[in-house]
């Protein structure tokens, strides 16, 4: 395990037409799944950019929280039809990297542009995609054998980004700030997220009030998007094991931290606001009660986003949730290209980002990246794969 390391800004060393920066060899590693829990170190071949494609060799991959569900129980990804278990597929998708090779017809970046990646390329056919809800896809996963509809979730449907090669779509290209780190970068996907879910909830935040429930990655990347776009008071809420993360928030702009271990979260947020309650909460624990708990958190016609998945299915109380004219809102991904708006942010200083990034690893040493995640190891928060180049 290394420290957080220093790490002068690289700018990007842009190329021309389609040279390719460096030898681009036939071959690369990358981290394969075989059974549940089980990563191994292949070589693979470097894959093709086809129309609309660009080939972007990695520079950094963050771990992110559904990574550690794909590896241990293959949902959400979907590869052939099924479960990735034991079909040569390489997980990871929070990745930043360089332009290295265009496919055909490809204008809109240059070899040596340094990009950060979306998730999802939809279909661009079925009916979501057509009203711009591209990470609701309608042929989510339907990108095998004779029914390749041309969707692209790389991490999820096709292979990500713990690897040293990984193909995007460019309308999944983000550029990178000048001066933004690598590992400061990786984080744009989550800011994306995020920014997403402040646009479902009603995109206009300034001077409404904001509950944040676990400070996990997204939840202090939702701290700090919610303080720059102007919201406040903006609540944090953890538990005793959160001390240092519910600390890290207060820094991202948290008003307020609630540390739900010593006093009841819906009447420490009801107090911060007035007595009525929030006027939007981001759910980001997927804690059993957490729905519950949100919808008291929120006054009446309050709007809930909800982030994080539960690990089994949760009782709510929905007499209340109607009553309250209450509205539940799920969010997968960084949808309504939501990810530039956050590079925007993150370019501007707005909030300091790089505070989540706690722990950097070696490709060889994904294993033990996961393990700091899954287990929070010195207190890990978000941990990154770092390619040699």
């Not at 071949?45 to 794909?70: F, K, N």
């Not at 390489?90 to 204008?107: F, I, K, Q, S, W």
């Not at 676990?214 to 990347?221: A, E, F, K, V």
């Not at 820094?251 to 006027?279: M, S």
Request: proline letters at 6%; aromatic letters at 6%; a positive charge.
């Amino acid at each position: 395990m290394n420290a957080k390391p220093k790490i002068s800004p690289r700018r990007s060393a842009r190329g021309s037409g389609n040279v390719p920066v460096g030898r681009i060899p036939e071959t690369m590693q990358a981290w394969v799944i075989g059974g549940p829990d089980e990563l191994r170190l292949v070589k693979k071949p470097v894959p093709q950019p086809g129309p609309a494609e660009v080939l972007v060799r990695i520079g950094a991959t963050a771990v992110c929280g559904t990574d550690l569900e794909v590896i241990r129980h293959g949902e959400p990804a979907l590869v052939q039809g099924g479960p990735p278990f034991n079909k040569n597929f390489t997980p990871g998708h929070e990745y930043v990297g360089m332009v290295a090779r265009l496919g055909p017809g490809v204008d809109e970046f240059r070899v040596g542009d340094r990009v950060a990646v979306e998730i999802h390329a939809g279909c661009g056919r079925c009916e979501r995609c057509r009203e711009g809800m591209y990470t609701a896809c309608l042929n989510y996963g339907m990108n095998y054998g004779d029914r390749d509809k041309g969707h692209r979730a790389n991490g999820f449907t096709t292979d990500g980004g713990f690897a040293q090669y990984a193909v995007n779509h460019v309308n999944t290209l983000i550029p990178v700030p000048e001066g933004m780190s690598d590992e400061e970068a990786t984080l744009i996907v989550t800011g994306g997220t995020v920014t997403y879910g402040l646009d479902v909830l009603g995109g206009l935040v300034a001077g409404q009030s904001v509950v944040v429930t676990g400070p996990g990655p997204i939840g202090l990347m939702a701290v700090g998007v919610a303080k720059a776009l102007g919201a406040g008071p903006v609540v944090l809420v953890g538990t005793q094991r959160d001390r240092g993360r519910l600390a890290i928030g207060r820094k991202l702009g948290a008003d307020v931290l609630v540390n739900a271990d010593r006093e009841d979260p819906v009447e420490a947020v009801r107090r911060a606001t007035g007595g009525r309650g929030a006027h939007y909460a981001m759910e980001c624990s997927g804690a059993p009660n957490a729905i519950d708990q949100a919808a008291r958190m929120v006054s009446r016609g309050g709007r809930i986003c909800l982030a994080a998945f539960a690990k089994e299915p949760v009782r709510v109380d929905m007499a209340y949730i109607v009553s309250n004219n209450i509205y539940l809102f799920g969010i997968r991904g960084e949808g309504r290209s939501a990810t530039r708006r956050a590079a925007a942010l993150m370019a501007q200083r707005r909030f300091p980002a790089a505070l989540l990034h706690t722990h950097s690893f070696a490709l060889e040493e994904v294993p033990t990246a996961i393990r700091y995640a899954r287990e929070r190891i010195d207190d890990a928060i978000k941990v990154v794969v770092r390619m040699k180049q």
